[in-house]
């Protein structure tokens, strides 16, 4: 490649979207949810909710919306009491504002518990997360919202 | 009030939040929301299809990612089939990227529709809807996800 076609990529990089490439802000989105599923894993509740501002809310299934630090902290609290959770998720598709401050991720998650007899429960669906930036730059989460995409009669978490 | 105090608060109220006050972007997610349930609750399903963008996701608890008009308009299909369906939401909080081309609503939903045997099955949940402003000016949806506060226990849609 020359180097006029090789400043012309990389303006073009630079300008915003392109199919196949991610936005910077995208990108940031994408590892703030990447780091918010590491933490979830790993049960630190107070990682997983410090990832989220302080006015945030978690509309979880089968449960009132839990608005604010501690509704979120109880929620997230009964779901690490599972007995031996394993959990993930990725997003599929992430959006941000032209302004880059708010933008959304939405995507997949997969957990497994043991219920009460010691069987293993699996649950799939997906989830749709918007974010705020921060006024120190980080990214948090202000609106978190996710389902199972199993039948209701199935064993849900 | 003198003139000069009322145009010291119309230009206040023109420059972005106000504590009270909406913004028009927010005053129009607010429209376009309350507009979508009406055409919602009418059962009007070419409208309530249209308020999302082609590429819009419908993330409904139990089933799985609806994505696109034709899964949109199929999930909703369902809803509408419902006997003696009466659904309405109201959007508690809006907020918007600062470029005012990206924002959310959330809020609560209420339902009752008729079961087999004739009972009344009444549900109570919570929303989020991101929208994205087209470029011909108009809000549709992007992302929407809802789940029912009620124990999974009870009787669900």
């Known amino acids: 490649m020359n180097r006029g076609a090789c400043v012309a990529l990389v303006l073009c990089l630079a300008a915003g979207p ?5 936005t ?4 940031a989105i994408r ?11 790993a049960r630190d509740l107070d990682r997983s909710v410090s990832v989220c501002t302080s006015d ?18 109880e929620l997230f609290q009964e779901t690490f009491a599972l007995p031996e959770l394993k959990i993930s998720w990725t997003p599929s598709e992430i959006r941000v504002a ?4 708010l933008g959304y991720s939405t995507g997949a998650y997969k957990m497994t518990f043991k219920d ?7 649950d799939v669906g997906k989830y749709s997360t918007v974010w705020q930036k921060q006024h120190d730059g980080k990214w948090k989460v202000v609106l978190d919202s996710y389902s199972s995409d199993l039948p209701a009669s199935s064993p849900a978490p």
Request: hydrophobic fraction near 50%; glycine fraction near 6%.
């Open 18 to 22: 392109v199919v196949g490439a991610e």
């Open 116 to 122: 009460p007899k010691g069987a293993t429960v699996s």
């Open 98 to 101: 032209n302004s880059a401050d």
């Open 56 to 73: 945030a809310a978690v509309l979880a299934p089968n449960a009132p919306r839990a608005s604010g630090h501690q509704a979120i902290r």
């Open 31 to 41: 590892a703030a949810d990447e780091e918010w599923a590491r933490v979830f894993a």
């Open 24 to 27: 910077a802000a995208q990108q």
